[in-house]
């Protein structure tokens, strides 16, 4: 298949077009604007098809709600602040079981902050976001391709376990443009989602419901949501690894950042420094056996983010003592070169002694 130039905004737009989207809702905030125009000029020309610029982001995330419940595929985008604002309904349709794709294009916090690429909201997306013991599965891509890939994936990921998936871009992935290549043609049509509302037809009618008064069917709910979580950290993480067979300093980076130490690796490893990379594509359910095994040989870990270091604690959880983890980040937006990185990376490596 032909490859397409376009930024990584519209290749989550039309990827989802392929995957069988019916329904996207959202509302405008930089820096992932072009998927809610991609939506509107293309999605909304398909038939049996629904494309709604909602009055805000709370009644957005409701709509994704309602169409997941009727067995739609659904999916919302949004930015950091605007992610923040669908906290709860993302929460309702974990606990109502219901598949949904949201895709989070970060930029710089706390608050309204700045349209600056950032990694801020790692916390958000892997610790659950909202009330309640949940979980939603986060993907991290690092080029337009794997954005495309993984919008794609996301959907399948959705309708597969019944749980919102959240798609953990950035800024710089949305707005900068590299050729993609889309694998698969949009569906003709999908089978509808087995336990979706579509009339009574004469048998009992079903409520979709969050609400119990009783504690204990509440509590075989959350451990119904447990075992299936335990079952995706089984079968569902993913990660990369780039040089590490000889390394004895390994970077874990995810997405931008990911890109970014790629680079400042390559320039370290000209140096003669053998330092290899570590990238968790699934955020949730985090790769820590893939990272135990590295323990194995590798002492020295250097966890590189857009953030203040806040996928530094499931490293150290993956590692529990069995490495060193150090620490680099620019937070707010601040984009830092590879050469300022492997800097950083030359500096640690011969602070500790790695020859």
Same mark, same amino acid.
């Given at each position: ?24 809702? !959202? ?41 997941? #419940? ?11 602040? !605007? ?18 794709? #949201? ?24 610790? !659950? ?7 939603? #599965? ?27 998936? #959240? ?5 710089? %992935? ?27 037809? !004469? ?115 993956? %590692? ?36």
């Amino acid at each position: 298949m032909a490859k397409i130039f376009m930024d990584g905004n519209s290749s989550i737009a039309e990827a989802a077009i392929r995957a069988g989207c019916r329904c996207y809702f !959202g509302y405008p905030i930089t820096p992932q604007n072009e998927i809610t125009e991609y939506m509107a000029t293309h999605l909304s020309r398909r038939k049996g098809c629904s494309f709604v610029q909602a009055e805000s982001e709370v009644a957005a995330i409701n709509m994704v709600y309602g169409a997941s #419940i009727v067995g739609a595929r659904a999916m919302t985008s949004s930015s950091s602040p !605007g992610i923040s604002l669908k906290q709860e309904g993302i929460s309702y349709l974990a606990a109502c079981e219901l598949p949904a794709v #949201i895709v989070n294009m970060q930029r710089g916090g706390p608050g309204l902050g700045s349209i600056a690429a950032s990694q801020g909201d790692y916390f958000q997306a892997t610790r !659950g976001g909202g009330h309640g013991d949940y979980r939603t #599965i986060v993907l991290g891509p690092s080029s337009v391709q794997e954005l495309a890939d993984l919008t794609m994936r996301a959907f399948d990921l959705a309708d597969t376990y019944k749980i919102p998936v #959240i798609i953990l871009g950035d800024g710089v %992935l949305g707005q900068m443009m590299e050729p993609v290549e889309f694998k698969r043609e949009a569906p003709a049509e999908l089978p509808i989602r087995p336990g979706a509302l579509r009339g009574a037809h !004469g048998q009992a009618s079903r409520i979709v419901k969050t609400f119990t008064s009783n504690p204990s069917e509440l509590e075989e709910i959350n451990w119904s949501l447990f075992r299936r979580y335990a079952l995706i950290k089984k079968e569902e993480t993913t990660y990369e690894t780039f040089m590490v067979d000889d390394a004895k300093l390994v970077v874990v980076a995810f997405g931008i950042a990911a890109r970014i130490a790629r680079g400042a690796i390559r320039n370290v490893r000209a140096e003669g420094l053998k330092v290899g990379l570590m990238r968790p594509i699934t955020l949730w359910p985090f790769p820590d056996e893939p990272l135990k095994e590295l323990a194995k040989t590798v002492k020295q870990f250097l966890v590189f983010e857009m953030n203040m270091g806040q996928m530094v604690e499931d490293v150290q959880l993956s %590692l529990l003592g069995q490495g060193e983890v150090s620490f680099y980040g620019r937070p707010g937006g601040v984009i830092p070169t590879p050469s300022e990185v492997a800097r950083v990376i030359s500096r640690l490596y011969y602070q500790k002694g790695l020859k």
